[in-house]
C-alpha cells in the first residue's frame, strides 16, 4: 500500500542579515503599527499558553530560556524521535512570548509560554512532513494530531504559520474539536501573492488551515500598512499585520529579518493570548470579532480579501473584548426589538383595562342611582 507525503511550505519568504541597530530598535516600528505597548498597560499575556505548530523551537534562546514546553514530534502517532532546533519555530515562538531579557526581542506577548509541537524540520525553504504509518480514509494528520493534542494540553491559542494547498478531514475535525475547547486558531494565509496563477486570476489559492473555518487567516503588510506583495489573497485572510522586515529570532543566538504571512500570523496569535489572558472565557468567535472589529486601516468597503478587515490593534481589539464581554449572554447587539432576556417587563394580561372597567362601572352605577332618586322625587310630590 502506497502512503502519501503532504508537502507543508513554510509560510516565509525569505531571511535576512539585520541591520547594526539593536533589536529593539529594529522592531520598534512592528509594535507600533500594532499598537501592543499601549496593550500592555493591561496585560502581557500571563497564564496563557501559545502552542507553536511548527518546526522544534530552540528552548536555550535567552528570550525563550525557562518559558517553552516541549511536546513530543507530531509526525508520527507511533514513533518518538527528538527534532532539532528549528529556525521558524524559534523565529515564531519569539514574536509571540519573546521576554526582551537583556533588551533583546520582545513578544507581543511576553507574560505568555510556548508549547512547542514540532511538525516540520525547515533547513530549507521547502519542508515535508514523512508518510504517514496508515494513510487512508480516517487516518489523522500530523496537524490534526498537533491541535487535539494542544486542545488537550490546555493550550488557549495555536499558532500556525504553515500551510498546503488541500483540506483534510481529520484536521477539519481537528479543528472543530479545538475551537469546542474554546482554543483560537491563528494561521498565515501564505505566500502565493505573486504567483502566475494569481496575476492572471486575481486571487491565490487557498492555503490550508488558514482556509478552513474558524481559523483567524492573517495577511501581511508593510510599514505603510500597505498589503506586502507576495500575501495571498482569498476570502481566508480574516485580518492582516507587518510581515515585511520583521526582526525575529535565530536559532543559536542573535536576529535576523523575516518576510513572509508567518511572522503576520505568529504576531496576530500573540494579540490573541493577551486577549485571552485578560478575558479567558472569552469564546474563539469573539476573540475573532474583536481582532476584526477593532482593527485600523480598514479598506473603504469594510473588507477586501488582501488585508481582510484591516491591520490589528491590539489595544483596541481589548476594548473590543472588554465590551464583549460585558454584553448580557443572550442578548445579541442591534436586536433589542426582540425584547431585553429577563429584565423585560412583565406583559400586560389580555382583556379590557381593569381601571377603565372600574371606572365605567362606576359611571353605570352612578346614573342609575341618580335616576332612580329622580323617579322617587317625582312619586312623592303632592297635586296642587
Same mark, same amino acid.
Given at each position: ?173 481537528? &479543528?472543530?474539536? #479545538? @475551537? /469546542? ?6 494561521? +498565515?494565509? %501564505?505566500? *502565493?501573492? !505573486? $504567483?502566475?496563477y494569481a496575476k492572471e486570476k486575481g486571487t491565490s489559492y487557498w492555503s490550508f488551515p488558514a482556509g478552513y473555518p474558524g481559523v483567524i487567516g492573517v495577511a501581511a503588510t508593510d510599514k505603510q500598512g500597505r498589503r506586502a506583495t507576495f500575501s495571498s489573497d482569498n476570502l481566508s485572510v480574516q485580518v492582516s499585520a507587518p510581515g515585511v522586515q520583521v526582526p525575529v529570532l535565530k536559532r543559536g543566538n542573535g536576529y535576523e529579518l523575516s518576510e513572509g504571512t508567518s511572522s503576520a500570523g505568529a504576531l496576530v496569535a500573540g494579540v490573541a493570548a493577551l486577549i485571552k489572558s485578560r478575558y479567558p472565557d472569552l469564546p474563539p468567535e469573539? &476573540?475573532?470579532? #474583536? @481582532? /476584526? ?6 479598506? +473603504?468597503? %469594510?473588507? *477586501?480579501? !488582501? $488585508? ?77
Open positions: 500500500m502506497l502512503t502519501s507525503v503532504r508537502v507543508l511550505t513554510a509560510a516565509l519568504l525569505t531571511f535576512a542579515t539585520p541591520a547594526a541597530d539593536p533589536v529593539r530598535e529594529q522592531q520598534q516600528w512592528v509594535l507600533d503599527a500594532l499598537n501592543v505597548e499601549q496593550a500592555w498597560s493591561v496585560t502581557k499575556g500571563e497564564n496563557v499558553t501559545v502552542a507553536v505548530v511548527d518546526s522544534a523551537v530552540d528552548t536555550k534562546v535567552k528570550e525563550l530560556k525557562g518559558r517553552v514546553s516541549a511536546g513530543p514530534d507530531m509526525t508520527s502517532s507511533t514513533v518518538t524521535r527528538e527534532l532539532p532546533p528549528g529556525r521558524h519555530g524559534t523565529a515564531m515562538a519569539g514574536l509571540i512570548a519573546g521576554s526582551g531579557e537583556d533588551d533583546g526581542l520582545i513578544g507581543v506577548a511576553p507574560g505568555a509560554r510556548i508549547l512547542s509541537l514540532p511538525l516540520v524540520i525547515d533547513d530549507e525553504p521547502g519542508v515535508s512532513i514523512p508518510p504517514l504509518e496508515e494513510e487512508g480514509s480516517t487516518a489523522e494528520s500530523p496537524l490534526a494530531r498537533a491541535l487535539r493534542y494542544a486542545a488537550n494540553q490546555g493550550a488557549q491559542v495555536i499558532s500556525m504559520s504553515i500551510g498546503s494547498y488541500g483540506p483534510v478531514r481529520s484536521e477539519r475535525e481537528a &479543528v472543530s474539536y #479545538a @475551537l /469546542s475547547k474554546g482554543v483560537v486558531l491563528v494561521a +498565515a494565509v %501564505g505566500n *502565493d501573492g !505573486q $504567483t502566475q469573539q &476573540v475573532a470579532q #474583536a @481582532l /476584526s472589529s477593532s482593527a485600523r486601516g480598514r479598506p +473603504a468597503s %469594510g473588507y *477586501d480579501d !488582501q $488585508t481582510g478587515f484591516g491591520v490589528v490593534d491590539a489595544a483596541a481589539a481589548l476594548n473590543a473584548a472588554e465590551r464583549l464581554t460585558s454584553a448580557k449572554r443572550g442578548v445579541t447587539p442591534g436586536m433589542q426589538h426582540f425584547g431585553q432576556g429577563e429584565d423585560s417587563p412583565v406583559p400586560t394580561r389580555p382583556g379590557a383595562d381593569p381601571l377603565r372597567l372600574w371606572l365605567y362601572g362606576g359611571g353605570v352605577l352612578l346614573a342609575l342611582v341618580i335616576f332612580c332618586g329622580a323617579i322617587v322625587v317625582l312619586h312623592q310630590r303632592k297635586p296642587e
